[in-house]
């Protein structure tokens, strides 16, 4: 797994099953027809390590990552709606 930015108008979603935030904001983003990646920290352990980096040393999710490639833990939909310039 990549830490690049993702494209223009997408999203990177780092995520685990678990993650009762992690389905409300996926929940969010198809209703507002917002593309993008999730990856699954638990199963990739490049993006769990990548996850750790931009949370203090924490495998905090949903962590998302941006087209300008800056990331935000556990964001609304507005923020993400707001940064993706939508």
Known sequence: MTTQ???AGTITMYSTTWCGYCRRLKSQLESEGIPYTEVN???DEASATFVESV???NQTVPTVVFPDGTAATNPSLAEVVKR???
């Open 5 to 7: 930015a993702p494209e």
């Open 41 to 43: 920290i638990e199963e």
């Open 55 to 57: 949370n203090g040393g």
């Open 84 to 86: 993706l310039g939508n």
